[in-house]
Every structure is written in C-alpha cells, then in structure tokens.
Nanobody
Framework: QVQLIESGGGLVQPGGSLRLSCSASGRTFSRYTVAWFRQAPGKEREFVGA?????????HYADSVKGRFTISRDNAKNTATLQMNSLNPEDTALYYC??????????????????WGQGTQVTVSS
C-alpha cells in the first residue's frame, strides 16, 4: 500500500515556474513508477510525465511539456518532484501524483497506476 500527498501548487504568472512535490509512504517506493497527471476544467485527465523505478530511472514526458517540465525522484526520501518552467495558461489544471508498476504500453495511461494522491491545483494567470 502506498499513500501519496502532493504539495507545491499555487498561482503563477505566465512564464513562471513551480515545483510540485509528491511525498509517499511505504518502504517499497523505489519499486514503483511515479507519474504525474493533470486535469483541466472540463477536460479529461492527461498524462504529464513519469519516471520508472527499480533503478532504471527511465523518463517519459508528454509532448506538450517536454523541454519545460522535469521529473525527479529521491527514493531515500520517498519523494518525487515535478519542476515546471515556462508555464502558460494551458498548464492550468489539478495535478496528480500516481504510483504503480505499469508495463511500457500503459505507462502513459491512468490504468497503469494503482495509487493516487488528492491533487494540487496549479493556476497560470496574469
């Protein structure tokens, strides 16, 4: 069982940066792939990025955030972060941290993840 808590959301101006954190419980955190998803008002939840666990640390990013967002993890601290730069209003959404052990074909799908946080709101506006 893994419990996830996100933090770090808030209001930021276009072009600004935010750093989201995901704190996890459980001693097997390192085995899990950790992903970030987001859901904007009136839209479906979408994949943002993921970092694989178990020593591989392979990264996946959605095309819409590639080059602007960076995922990292610290297994010793049971945390993962999402560094978001060059934010624009289209990045406004509720951001979720998720953990699971998806096979490669579903690493970008919600179905690949068993554990979810409650979400943290990111609003990009002037």
């Amino acid at each position: 069982q893994v419990q996830l808590i996100e933090s770090g959301g808030g209001l930021v101006q276009p072009g600004g940066s935010l750093r989201l954190s995901c704190s996890a419980s459980g001693r097997t955190f390192s085995r899990y792939t950790v992903a970030w998803f987001r859901q904007a008002p009136g839209k479906e939840r979408e994949f943002v990025g993921a970092v694989r666990g178990s020593g591989g640390n392979t990264y996946h990013y959605a095309d819409s955030v590639k080059g602007r967002f960076t995922i990292s993890r610290d297994n010793a601290k049971n945390t993962a972060t999402l560094q978001m730069n060059s934010l624009n209003p289209e990045d406004t959404a509720l951001y979720y941290c998720a953990a699971g052990q998806p096979i490669l074909s579903v690493v970008r799908s919600e179905t690949g993840y068993n554990y979810w946080g409650q979400g943290t709101q990111v609003t990009v506006s002037s």
